[in-house]
């Protein structure tokens, strides 16, 4: 199984909602990130997990907060958003943090209205 | 200066045409990663490379540590090579993407 997955692919959340977004690897990474795209731009490092530890956050805005419960899954909970903070989300794996090659998963859009 | 840039930006051929997309970069890397986006989708991994040369069905990839110049050629490109083109450097902890080059092959 050589698959990052995340749900939901798309998702829609009013200013007020919380929600969360998933990602699952099975390949036994032990760096797992995430990553936010604007339109037609490079992707930005938001977290990176390594050994189920928050090892860089990239000052993100407290209303992203991300949870790694176990070395398998990547969560990222949402709350009080801005309508600029509509997205691609992207979740990302790779054996050990660094230059290891990093397998991608499809993204989440997400659209806060 | 960014770290990483690359060229051209955006790149429109014909179906057949060999194609070249440049990454240069100003810093010590430990490798350097090429990645396709389609539209509207995920990001794939083509290649990761810390010297020489890498191939992969119709796509090639080079790498010059002393330049700090790294390659990605397309042979005989076809309209599903069409999507956007990633040079990212590797470090010890994160990855520092380019800006992208957007391909577009017409039939």
């Known amino acids: 199984d050589t698959e990052v997955t995340q749900t939901p692919k798309h998702l829609v959340m009013g200013m007020t909602n919380k929600k969360s977004l998933k990602c699952e690897q099975h390949?036994?990474?032990?760096?797992m990130y995430w990553y936010k795209q604007k339109a037609k731009k490079p992707p930005e490092l938001m977290f990176v997990?390594?050994?189920?530890?928050?090892?860089i956050n990239e000052s993100v805005p407290s209303r992203f907060s991300p949870e790694c419960p176990n070395s398998s899954l990547l969560n990222l909970h949402l709350h009080a958003l801005q309508p600029e903070d509509s997205a691609l989300y992207l979740c990302?794996?790779?054996?050990?943090?660094?230059?290891?090659?990093?397998?991608f998963g499809p993204g989440t859009r997400l659209t806060v209205t | 200066k960014n770290e990483v840039e690359q060229s051209p930006q955006n790149l429109t051929a014909q179906e057949g045409e060999f194609i070249t997309i440049n990454c240069s970069y100003s810093?010590?890397?430990?490798?350097l990663h090429w990645l396709q986006q389609h539209p509207g989708g995920g990001i794939v991994s083509l290649f990761m490379?810390?010297?020489g040369k890498k191939k992969h069905g119709r796509l090639i990839a080079t790498i010059n540590i002393q330049e700090k110049h790294s390659s990605l050629h397309i042979t005989a490109s076809h309209p599903r090579d069409s999507a956007v083109y990633i040079c990212?450097?590797?470090?010890?902890?994160?990855?520092?993407f380019g800006t992208g080059t957007r391909l577009t092959i017409i039939p």
């Open positions: 990302a794996s790779s054996l050990r943090q660094g230059a290891n090659e990093q397998y």
């Open positions: 390949m036994g990474h032990r760096a």
């Open positions: 997990y390594s050994y189920e530890k928050l090892s």
């Open positions: 810093v010590g890397i430990s490798a």
């Open positions: 490379l810390s010297s």
């Open positions: 990212a450097l590797g470090g010890n902890e994160k990855l520092t």
